[in-house]
């Protein structure tokens, strides 16, 4: 034999050489573990040592996932808890004064707050804006008399004796109350305006939500969008849209007027059909449930023309049942729900925006 180098083996070197039968096969045997390059998922026994490591670290990050979400969940839960919690006869905090705001006579700047009992009046030009307890905040226009008559953790009642007030509250339906000269008004998770004047006339703006009004005359919700007039001694009129046209308007003060005489056939009750759009359903059903004599005319067809197929009312019903017969329509008008409260979140948040603008009733674009 040569002392040269085996030219037989060249093959396994640099594959120059015969090929060798028993090398080929090895060759074909480990073909798929050959580097080509780029990165390869693991066979075999390593893949399979590695599949529980990779379930470990997928239980670790769901575990710390849902650790972080009870974190924040209880976080909100406890906010949430605290911002309805509020000691007995504790003030109300004023953020903002501008121009001549007394409370019980004496001059009152940001710094001051409104004990249970005072009294705060706005002159002439005169605004102020302050929190009411934890549950939301509330501004006064100029003259304006207000007090709080009391506060505490889940009631918190008020007196507008005159003048316009701006409330925006996120709690519970009834946390916050305003007595006025035309009634008890009563939060149900809204914002709203209120005008109150001494004889008892005024009008209440709901932005959001809904507002009960209680007096001597009739309970008057009003959902939001929608707006209630009242007369002197503070007769409640019928919530309409704000959006409801002139001559809707005019039809409808005219069947307030009317009352219980209204003609169910009657010019006004034609007139209100015929300027009537789907945003005036809630004038409608308040007039049927007002005064039912309506509705053996053209309200109450225009109402059910309005309502889906699956809310049905009939006259039958009604006159058997009275008022508890319209239910399926009140559950059919297109507001939020009033035991849904806590879906109108974005109350919860300070308005931006002047007192002036916060107190004017009127919808943007009027």
């Known amino acids: 034999m040569s002392g040269g180098p085996n030219r037989d083996d060249d093959y396994l070197w640099d594959r120059s050489g015969p090929v060798d039968a028993e090398v080929a096969r090895f060759e074909r045997l480990l073909a798929p573990l050959a580097w080509d390059g780029r990165p390869r998922m693991e066979s075999g026994a390593g893949q399979q040592a590695s599949i529980p490591r990779r379930r470990r670290s997928r239980w670790r990050v769901a575990l710390a996932s849902a650790a972080a979400v009870a974190a924040i969940a209880l976080g909100l839960c406890g906010a949430h808890v605290h911002r309805l919690q509020w000691p007995a006869a504790q003030a109300w905090q004023l953020t903002r004064v501008e121009g001549a705001v007394s409370i019980d006579g004496r001059a009152a700047d940001a710094a001051a707050a409104l004990a249970p009992g005072s009294v705060l009046e706005t002159g002439r030009g005169g605004t102020v804006r302050m929190r009411v307890a934890r549950i939301g905040e509330m501004a006064l226009g100029e003259d304006s008399r207000f007090v709080v008559t009391e506060t ?23 946390s916050f109350g305003v007595s006025s000269p035309s009634g008890e008004l009563f939060d149900l998770g809204c914002e709203f305006v209120m005008h109150a004047r001494p004889d008892g006339s005024g009008s209440l703006t709901v932005r959001s939500g809904w507002v009960q009004v209680d007096n001597g005359w009739r309970e008057v919700l009003v959902p939001q969008g929608a707006r209630v007039e009242f007369g002197v001694h503070g007769e409640p009129g019928t919530p309409y849209d704000l959006g409801a046209s002139v001559d809707f308007l005019a039809a409808l003060r005219e069947l307030d007027a009317q009352g219980r005489r209204a003609a169910a056939d009657g010019d006004a009750a034609r007139a209100l059909v015929a300027a009537s759009r789907p945003q005036d359903a809630i004038s409608l059903l308040m007039l049927l449930q007002a005064y039912p004599q309506l509705a053996d005319g053209p309200v109450f067809e225009r109402m059910a023309a309005l309502m889906p197929a699956d809310a049905r009312v009939t006259r039958a019903a009604l006159r058997e049942r009275g008022a508890h017969a319209l239910s399926p329509w009140w559950d059919a008008l297109p507001y939020p729900g009033i035991k849904r409260w806590w879906l109108q979140w974005p109350d919860a948040f300070a308005a931006r925006g002047e007192v002036a603008t916060l107190l004017d009733a009127e919808p943007s674009g009027n």
């Open 152 to 174: 505490r953790s889940g009631r918190h009642r008020t007196q507008l004796q005159h003048g316009r007030l701006w409330a925006r509250i996120w709690a519970p339906p009834g």
